[in-house]
């Protein structure tokens, strides 16, 4: 079984488009984040999500935006696309303990094209 | 701004001969954390390294960790063609909050391992 699953695998979309990825992870993880691995692949967080609260990078442009329907899936929605935003993108999700995180559990990731 | 470096950028070694990789860090740390990405796929979890912690094993691999340094480095022992991959740290650093946490990635290291 997959533990964390990402839809599409591949987008290729025109600049000015809207566009969703989802995510969905069977770990029960409390935890999920978004990053953003650029062609020199750099990994970026661009946001974590629990039930309790949403942490945004703050270099992240507010044309993007999670959400997440419930606590299994946290989606990833952008308005507006722009050039610069063709990467891959990387959903993952972990348990975070009184002791701190765990380990992280990637999805295969999607890769933006931007045209 | 980016936490972790990771030394060298490129490695490139014969089959069965050790692999070592090193990463330094900017700020204190709750755990470190070493992800391997194969091309074109997510990252996989490999070894975690509490703060508190100095030395780890898992299978081939030895993680060492100074926190007076701040630095860590991860080595691969008898390495094999199917270690040919990027390797990444990960600083894991605590937000405020509701116990949220985050990993900050290195720029990696790319390993060839030559059969």
């Known amino acids: 079984d997959t533990a964390v699953s990402q839809t599409p695998k591949y987008l290729v979309t025109q600049m000015g488009n809207d566009k969703s990825i989802k995510c969905e992870q069977n770990?029960?993880?409390?935890?999920m984040y978004w990053y953003k691995q650029d062609s020199k692949k750099f990994l970026k967080i661009m946001f974590s999500?629990?039930?309790?609260?949403?942490?945004i990078n703050e270099t992240v442009p507010n044309r993007f935006s999670p959400k997440s329907p419930d606590k299994a899936h946290l989606n990833l929605h952008i308005n507006s696309l722009e050039l610069g935003d063709s990467a891959v993108y990387f959903c993952?999700?972990?348990?975070?303990?009184?002791?701190?995180?765990?380990?992280?559990?990637f999805g295969p990731g999607t890769r933006l094209t931007v045209t | 701004s980016q936490q972790g470096e990771e030394d060298p950028q490129a490695l490139s070694i014969q089959e069965g001969e050790n692999a070592t990789m090193n990463c330094s860090y900017k700020t204190s740390i709750n755990n470190l954390q070493w992800y391997r990405q194969n091309s074109g796929r997510g990252l996989v979890h490999l070894i975690l390294i509490r703060s508190n912690e100095r030395e780890k094993h898992s299978g081939r691999l030895r993680v060492t960790l100074d926190t007076s340094k701040k630095s860590s480095s991860l080595l691969i022992t008898a390495s094999r063609a199917a270690d040919t991959a990027s390797y990444f740290c990960?600083?894991?650093?605590?937000?405020?909050?509701?116990?949220?946490?985050?990993?900050?990635f290195g720029k990696g290291t790319k390993l060839s391992v030559i059969p």
């Open positions: 990960a600083t894991a650093l605590a937000y405020s909050g509701a116990g949220s946490y985050q990993l900050t």
């Open positions: 993952a999700s972990s348990q975070v303990g009184k002791i701190g995180t765990y380990e992280q559990y």
């Open positions: 999500y629990n039930n309790k609260e949403l942490i």
């Open positions: 770990l029960g993880h409390d935890t």
